[in-house]
């Protein structure tokens, strides 16, 4: 898989990129990077990619113009205009980072996981034009419902968690199946306000992970855990499972 990040700030990278399962699937050829400069689309000497935008408001929202022409370069082909509808490469996603755009979950990294390029637009904390949402980006991507200086956080959250998917990045394929967000279709009995109420629980967090030593300061790991008996382990972290999204994350059970 190949990505595009296109961003004013592409020394930003420099660090997210080159450690941990990132940096081995780059070295692996399992994905390739690409940062892309901005600035290299303007076409004054200040190198200008922002502008006020019209019917005021305070700030500087990213200009069409250099967005549109880094992704054509990049694609290697024209996107289109007013007259014709915008043509993106099948296999292809352009995604805008903006605190406007639909929520990133793991199922929308397993989605672009599937893909052969994901072109990364980093905007900015005051908006881009809206041209680009509607007419050069596939999709618009929001890592949370708060916001950031800009996309390039967003981008590097992205760019790993679509990365840590593609077959060979971690060496273990079964590190994704079990993991917080992992597909499931289960039921478990839950006590709530001590009255049992059956849920159904499409995305189940991480169950609970202990290590050496089996005690420590007093808290002893789960005996379940330390007697070998692999069903009851299996049952355990289920029920573990089901509590602690109860308790975390009470918005993934259905009722």
């Not at 499409?202 to 070998?228: C, F, M, N, S």
Request: hydrophobic fraction near 40%; aromatic fraction near 6%; include cysteine.
């Amino acid at each position: 898989m190949r990505f595009d990040l296109i961003t004013i700030f592409p020394e930003f990278f420099a660090g997210p990129l080159d450690h941990g399962i990132v940096r081995r699937a780059r070295e692996a050829g399992i994905v390739q990077i690409h940062v892309q400069d901005l600035r290299e689309f303007t076409k004054d000497r200040h190198k200008t990619v922002d502008d006020r935008p019209f019917g005021g408001g305070e700030g500087m929202v990213l200009k069409p113009e250099p967005l549109f022409e880094a992704v054509e370069k990049l694609l290697g082909q024209s996107i289109g205009d007013s007259t014709q509808a915008t043509v993106i490469p099948s296999g292809t996603s352009v995604v805008l980072l903006s605190a406007a755009g639909k929520l990133f979950t793991q199922e929308t990294a397993r989605r672009l996981a599937k893909l052969d390029r994901i072109v990364l637009i980093c905007g900015r904390y005051e908006g881009v034009d809206e041209r680009v949402a509607e007419h050069l980006a596939t999709e618009e991507i929001s890592v949370g419902d708060y916001v950031l200086s800009g996309g390039e956080l967003p981008a590097a959250i992205v760019l790993d968690a679509v990365t840590r998917l593609l077959p060979g990045a971690l060496g273990n394929e079964a590190s994704t199946e079990n993991e917080s967000f992992r597909e499931l279709e289960i039921e478990e009995s839950i006590s709530v306000a001590e009255n049992s109420h059956r849920r159904r629980a499409r995305l189940l967090l991480d169950y609970p992970h202990y290590t050496r030593p089996a005690e420590y300061r007093g808290w002893k790991v789960p005996e379940v855990l330390i007697g070998g008996h692999h069903a009851e382990v299996a049952k355990w972290r289920a029920r573990q499972a089901a509590e602690k999204t109860r308790r975390n994350r009470p918005d993934l059970l259905v009722s």
